[in-house]
């Protein structure tokens, strides 16, 4: 591991820093701790911690010892000092004093010595900050110290490794008991670097930013080097002779790892997947003793919030059986879901009043393929994805050097459900349509984009499928998030495929399908070119069923329902005059979509359809307006607002539709009438 300061930028931030009213050592202490926190083998997402010692300003204007301190929960690679509030130093030295200090009283000590009371929290191990005198002090999770640590003689390898350097502390939960233990430690020896914190991570010292970061950098790199002499490597277990594909694989696991009735009858927990592969992860999920080092515990307490305690853990997918795969893996799911009640169980009066956490896997390994993380979003489960390939990393060096070890299932029951932690997470509350994927076709169309951005505000993952692959991608980034952009033709069975493949092995699966892609043609019905007829069926019928089949295929491999939505235009019950082209196969359309309603209800997957007229978008063009007006003897604004309610129709209302039947549970076959009110085209 190479320091990455360089001086010139290092004298850019405290310049850049110096016109917001800020002191160097602060703008050095945010410039160092973005160093630590980009690089991945250090800390990731919200971990570790940084501070300095400083004097700085009350709201009153007095000057007073101070400690900006990382934030609880804030990124270290993107930190400002906004994230780096002050507390007063002296009044957090006299609480050494105390023999005992419970979670909640420390709290409530670090937030009222905040110097601004709207700061963020300071991190939970403030105190060992405080407690410890050197000006800088960084903590990180380095993957290569964890494997030297996460060992039954973990002190003598430091001792090896490090010498009288660093000091070494046993492992003890982070709070007011760890802080005196590591300032006690540092009295027996005032001349250390850092010190080893047993099963947690290792902290470094120093007069300036600088010293305190290489030396980290330093202490690490010793770390490395010493796992980079071990010659143990795993064992592979014999594999099928060919492995199914992610895209066939990724729905049955997360078909598994669903909750049935969440929350209501049909209302199912469902998580969005991440899939990881490399050589590394291939050699760990492979090795014939994958069971016992995999399920021996977490890297670092730290993980236990994002990872769970341990991983769920399935047979190889042999391409040709995934019957007897999705067998396996649900008794797997359903195993790792009677495992976790039980240790709730057994180690709930440890934290009383505890809730516990629904009993799903957030990571997930399969031999032959790699691993999946698991989390009610795009965001978390790519966090978990990202934990637990540090974690792989880690255990990987960790039985290179000897066997791996962590803390007792007692204290990692304690780091999950430590309120103090988990307040990393944030209070939140779950969105509609949180954990399903949404498919959105003709998604950079006017209807479609609307549709694709109302599920996504619902907490749905979205991709949008359309025929202008560039157009898609751009709508995607408006929407933001995980949002993704896909080129798809609906009318090609084989571009069909490949993008549903494309959206489960970016997200694991598919909950939800808006069939929206389309075009008009016109013409009497007696003189049209059958070519014009035939070519409208291929995209406005022959389209919805491809994609309606590719989205039953990947349902049923779930296991978990889903919902078939298609947009059905007025015509199917209503035809318009010189619009046979158009309502022909949408008129086929409505009968496909109840088809699949009778057919699919069984295995809980609801079809239905909205009934949408006169939109302005793509296909209702300025141009298309006005040919379509004067065929019914109207001016524009007439045929725009020519209904019961005299209102002009937007794709935002079809939209709302759209989000109103995938949030009815017990609704399928239905057909919701957008259109200001037509009798005409009222089916009942």
């Not at 403030?126 to 005198?133: E, G, K, M, R, Y």
């Not at 998580?271 to 995999?294: M, P, Q, S, W």
């Not at 039985?399 to 459900?417: N, P, Q, R, W």
């Not at 001016?635 to 794709?651: F, I, K, P, W």
Request: glycine letters at 8%.
């Amino acid at each position: 591991m190479k320091s990455a300061w360089i001086d010139r930028d290092a004298q850019s931030a405290v310049d850049h820093h110096a016109k917001s009213g800020n002191a160097a050592d602060l703008a050095l202490r945010v410039y160092s701790t973005r160093l630590l926190g980009r690089d991945p083998k250090l800390v990731l997402h919200g971990g570790g911690n940084t501070s300095v010692k400083t004097t700085a300003r009350e709201l009153t204007g007095a000057a007073v010892p101070a400690l900006h301190i990382k934030g609880s929960g804030w990124d270290m690679g993107a930190i400002e000092p906004a994230g780096m509030p002050a507390v007063r130093l002296e009044p957090l030295l006299t609480m050494r004093a105390r023999d005992t200090l419970s979670d909640d009283d420390m709290a409530r000590v670090l937030r009222s010595t905040l110097l601004d009371p709207q700061a963020p929290s300071p991190s939970v191990e403030t105190l060992l900050h405080a407690f410890v005198p050197a000006i800088f002090v960084d903590h990180t999770h380095a993957t290569a110290v964890l494997s030297l640590i996460d060992q039954p003689n973990a002190a003598e390898l430091c001792a090896e490794v490090y010498g009288a350097r660093v000091g070494y502390v046993p492992y003890i939960m982070p709070g007011f008991a760890l802080a005196k233990a590591a300032a006690d430690m540092f009295d027996k020896n005032p001349k250390v670097e850092g010190l080893i914190l047993d099963k947690h991570g290792i902290f470094s010292f120093g007069a300036t930013a600088r010293e305190a970061y290489e030396r980290m950098i330093e202490l690490v790199t010793l770390a490395e080097q010493c796992v980079a002499k071990g010659r143990k490597s795993f064992a592979p277990v014999k594999l099928p002779a060919t492995i199914a594909p992610v895209a066939e694989v990724a729905p049955i696991v997360r078909g598994a790892c669903t909750l049935k009735d969440f929350g209501g009858e049909g209302a199912h927990k469902r998580l969005i997947l991440e899939f990881r592969t490399n050589d590394e992860i291939l050699a760990f999920v492979n090795g014939k003793d994958v069971a016992h080092y995999a399920l021996a515990g977490v890297l670092t307490p730290d993980h236990a919030i994002r990872t769970k305690s341990w991983p769920m853990i399935v047979p190889a997918p042999e391409a040709g059986k995934l019957a007897e795969f999705k067998a396996a893996v649900h008794k797997a799911a359903q195993d790792f879901i009677d495992k976790y009640k039980s240790y709730f169980e057994r180690n709930k009066s440890r934290s009383p009043g505890a809730k516990m956490h629904d009993p799903l896997p957030r990571v997930v390994l399969v031999p032959g393929l790699g691993i999946f993380g698991l989390g009610e979003s795009a965001k978390a489960a790519r966090i978990a994805a990202d934990v637990y390939e540090a974690a792989i990393e880690g255990i990987t060096g960790a039985e290179k050097l000897g066997t791996f070890t962590s803390i007792a299932e007692v204290d990692m029951f304690d780091m999950e459900y430590w309120s103090l932690e988990l307040a990393k997470l944030g209070a939140r509350k779950a969105l509609p349509l949180e954990g399903q994927v949404a498919v959105v076709t003709g998604g950079a169309g006017a209807i479609g984009v609307a549709t694709a951005k109302l599920f996504a505000a619902a907490g749905a993952e979205v991709a949008l499928l359309d025929l202008d692959a560039k157009a898609a991608t751009e709508k995607a980034k408006t929407i933001g998030g995980a949002a993704i952009g896909i080129a798809c033709d609906v009318t090609d069975a084989a571009s069909v495929r490949a993008a549903f493949d494309q959206v489960v092995a970016t997200f694991g699966g598919v909950d939800i399908v808006v069939s929206n892609a389309g075009a008009a043609w016109q013409g009497k019905i007696g003189e049209v070119d059958e070519a014009i007829l035939r070519e409208s069926f291929e995209l406005n019928f022959f389209g919805h069923q491809k994609i309606a089949q590719a989205a039953v295929k990947v349902m049923l491999a779930q296991g978990a329902g889903g919902c078939l939505l298609f947009n059905v235009s007025k015509q199917a019950v209503n035809p318009g005059a010189n619009f046979g082209p158009y309502g022909l196969p949408k008129a086929a359309l409505l009968f496909l979509v109840r088809q699949y309603a009778l057919d699919y209800g069984a295995d809980g997957i609801r079809a239905n359809a909205v009934n949408a007229d006169r939109i302005r978008s793509g296909l209702l063009t300025d141009d298309f307006i006005k040919e379509r007006a004067k065929a019914r003897g109207l001016s524009e604004q007439d045929y725009m607002s020519g209904n019961l309610l005299a209102r002009e129709v937007t794709a935002q209302d079809v939209a709302q539709a759209f989000l109103a039947q995938a949030l009815a549970l017990k609704t399928t076959a239905d057909v919701t009438t957008v259109d200001g009110g037509n009798i005409a085209a009222a089916l009942r």
